[in-house]
């Protein structure tokens, strides 16, 4: 059994995480804003065209990314939460502190 992934995001002054779990291939968004929430909910839910880089950095290539297929899909995708949905994601926020302590 994988452990699940999770990292901490944060929308107007609420902190959340995104839950991905690799067996059953979803991810959980929990955060207080229902605004911030439905927005990650749905961009989630969606398949992105997106720029993969290659071998340097003029070698990108468009790939349809599925967040839900796979946790390294859903780090991909989720590197561009903030500009599509303004959620930030904050990777270097222990997400079991935000787990306990969901607010600022």
């Known amino acids: 059994m994988a452990e699940n992934y999770s990292v901490a995001i944060s929308y107007k002054g609420d902190l959340g995480y995104i839950e991905y779990d690799a067996e059953k291939k979803a991810a959980t968004v929990v955060l207080a804003n229902e605004e911030g929430k439905?927005?990650?909910?749905?961009?989630?839910?969606?398949?992105h065209k997106i720029s993969v880089p290659h071998e340097t950095l003029m070698d990108f290539t468009?790939?349809?990314v599925d967040p839900q297929?796979?946790?390294e899909s859903l780090k991909l995708a989720i590197t561009r939460l903030w500009n599509a949905t303004?959620?930030?994601v904050d990777w270097s926020r222990?997400?079991?502190y935000v787990k306990a302590h969901p607010h600022y």
């Open 38 to 47: 439905k927005k990650t909910e749905e961009y989630l839910g969606t398949v």
């Open 62 to 64: 468009p790939e349809d």
């Open 69 to 71: 297929a796979d946790v």
């Open 86 to 88: 303004g959620v930030h």
């Open 94 to 96: 222990p997400v079991d």
